[in-house]
């Protein structure tokens, strides 16, 4: 009799936890049928030719953020420093080249709120859109950026003063906010070139003018949206 209780209360237990079961199970599927099929996207990754919108980060050599889409940084950096600028969210098709050399960014200054816009320059925008091939909705990822030439321009004496920048003012090591132009056969003198800002760091400085080193060597992106292209 003994044995006959045993097997009875057994067969009892089992069932209490096919019952539970199943109702576990009940709860999890009308959850996600509520989601729709946004619960599938933590399981989408980037593809190339996806349109993804992105926010990012990007550091100068020392490690200094210098233009960012996160709000809490910028709030916590610009506190202490007037380097930081904050931008607008972009959206990135993956892994296509830039057609031209800079990919203009809206940005936030104190004096015109979101009226200027900042240069990416095409290498960094190249990283970005092959970097983040694989990626999934909220991963962030870092980005090394490729140096080149064109990361390093010569300001004359006469550039720098129609940025309002007197050389003399100039040290080897002090950060300047410029105006580039996407035609660099244009002189940025020239009121018919559209300007956008960069901020570069001075390496190098002669009594004709100085060069200015404005590559960005890592770049901090997040996946805020994949959109299937």
Known sequence: ??????????????????????CVLFVVLMIISGMG?????????????????????FFDAAGSPILTTDQQLYAQT????SGLVLARQIS???????????YPVQI?????????????FSPEFNAISAG?????????KRITIPSGNSMTQNW??????????????IHIGDILAMGVSDRPEVEVSNTSAILYVRIGEVTQKSLSGVI???GYPVAEVRVVSINKG
Request: hydrophobic share 35%; charged share 20%.
């Open 92 to 102: 990135v098709t993956s892994n296509q080249t830039l057609t031209g050399s800079v």
């Open 1 to 22: 009799m003994g044995e006959k209780k045993k097997k009875e209360e057994s067969t009892k237990m089992v069932k209490k936890v096919l019952i539970v079961g199943a």
């Open 212 to 214: 200015v080193d404005f």
């Open 108 to 120: 936030y200054t104190p004096g015109s709120g979101w009226t200027k816009q900042f240069a990416i």
């Open 78 to 81: 610009s506190a202490n420093t």
């Open 156 to 169: 004359s004496a006469d550039q720098l003063s129609s940025n309002k920048v007197n050389i003399t003012d």
């Open 132 to 140: 983040i091939v694989g990626m999934k909705t909220n991963e962030k």
């Open 37 to 57: 099929s946004s619960w599938l996207v933590m399981f989408t990754s980037v593809k190339p030719g996806d349109s993804v919108v992105i926010d990012y980060t």
